[in-house]
């Protein structure tokens, strides 16, 4: 069971419906079309895939189960949106940044976290780990909404699918993960004035249909961010280590 920002909302599920319906547009069941879909992978190199635009209103794919596909469609949000997010973000205060291709999540969170600027609100005045960054779900509150939050929301996002060692993601928590990332891509919307709209992205992407080289491409893209990431925490942890 999951616990986080969205069990402090059971009490509001009925208010928060219509925004839920929101973020989940129902499309043409008869409408097939095919779109290119970018894709990085280990090493900086890169892959387009295509992707056939269906309704997936009928449940499961033949050779994939729903949480195999909800897992897969989650995997592409985090590494392409989310990450274009931070990247968008970031490159207003770093005219030095790196390219987007060899930007990932963990350099991007760890470049936010030592500049300081968007702190999150920290409500709960946790005391372990110190200071208002890291921490899990239960320490933002819905009402935590400063850009700091959302910057650990899509942290913890992030790592809920790679600490996944199924790649499963099932229904209910699927949907309060595409309701989370709803309301923050609608603030970054605001903030970053992306050209095109982070949550037109984000429907895209929940309207399609996953085949299995993409299965095969994110599967193996999410253990090199776990890889990444274990790097990033040795090189924190032990600075005198850096090249």
């Known amino acids: 069971m999951f616990n986080g920002e969205w069990s402090n909302q059971k009490s509001k599920e009925k208010s928060s419906s219509e925004e839920a319906s929101e973020s989940n547009p129902q499309t043409s069941k008869n409408q097939t079309c ?7 992978v280990q090493g900086g190199m890169k892959t387009v895939l295509n992707v056939s635009e269906e ?35 970031l490159k207003q205060d770093n005219l030095n940044l790196r ?12 470049e936010h976290r030592n500049l300081n600027k ?9 005391r372990c780990p110190p200071g208002p960054w890291g921490g899990t779900w239960l320490d933002i509150q819905v009402t935590d909404i ?24 099932d229904d209910i928590r699927c949907n ?3 309701t989370i990332i709803a309301d923050l891509l609608k603030r970054f919307n605001q903030h970053n004035k992306p050209g095109r709209l982070y949550t037109d992205h984000l429907n895209e992407i929940r309207a399609k249909t996953i085949s299995a080289d993409e299965m095969k491409v994110l599967q193996h893209q999410i253990k090199n961010e776990i ?6 925490f040795l090189l924190d942890k032990f600075p005198g280590n850096r090249n």
């Not at 779109?35 to 990085?40: A, D, F, I, Y």
Request: aromatic residues 8%; proline residues 1%.
């Open 34 to 40: 095919f779109t290119k879909v970018r894709l990085s």
């Open 55 to 89: 309704s997936t209103k009928g449940g499961t794919l033949t050779g994939f189960t729903k949480e195999e596909i909800n897992f897969a469609k989650m995997g592409m949000i985090i590494l392409n949106i989310l990450a274009d997010v931070l990247f968008d973000l």
């Open 99 to 110: 390219s987007r291709s060899d930007c990932d999540i963990s350099y991007l969170y760890r």
């Open 118 to 126: 968007h702190i999150p609100s920290n409500s709960r005045n946790r």
């Open 146 to 169: 400063a850009i700091g939050d959302d910057i650990e929301r899509i942290r913890l996002t992030r790592n809920e699918l790679q600490h996944s060692k199924t790649f499963l993601l």
């Open 176 to 178: 309060e993960l595409y």
């Open 227 to 232: 890889e990444l990431g274990k790097l990033a």
